[in-house]
């Protein structure tokens, strides 16, 4: 009886343990910085600086997942989410061509101009991808399944990219391809 308890016993451990495994490799990986990740991020820049907003929505928006916007409101800023089919308006501020992997941080400063706005000029690209939209996608209920799945794909699975100055948006790699898949507002919004 013993012996059947301590089988048991490791038996339970090890299921546990490969479960635990099984949460940790979910399936998703996030795209390796490469050449052409680079070549990709240079063309989204050149398209930027032309105000060619045609040819970015062809390429870069993808037509099934959309583009997500995350941003403050104006009345009682709080933050939420828009998902279009497209990219209507950009900003062609693009100052520096030059891409780099890295952390770069925004500073809001209400009492010293000085201190507000990148710690770094030019273009970084990182894994800090935050989970606004399965944040704001809380009540599963309201949202279909394959919608989650999209937002769980896109926040695990993106590189950041910010253009300081300009944009932050997340590129994904969907079907071989790489696509801008969010939109960031709220990192460079001081109201909150």
Known sequence: MFRNFIYASVLAFFLAGCSFNQLENDGFEREKVSKEFTDDVGYILYLLKTNDIETLNKFYINPQYGVYTVYMTDFDNVMTFKKEDRIDEINNIVDNFDIQEGIVTFNCSPTNDAYYGWDKDGTFISSNTKPYLSQLMSDKTKYKEDELKRVEIIEKTSREVI?????????????GKRYITLIDYVTTDCSK
């Not at 253009?163 to 079907?175: E, G």
């Open 163 to 175: 253009v300081t100055n300009n944009i932050i948006f997340y590129l994904t790699k969907i079907d």
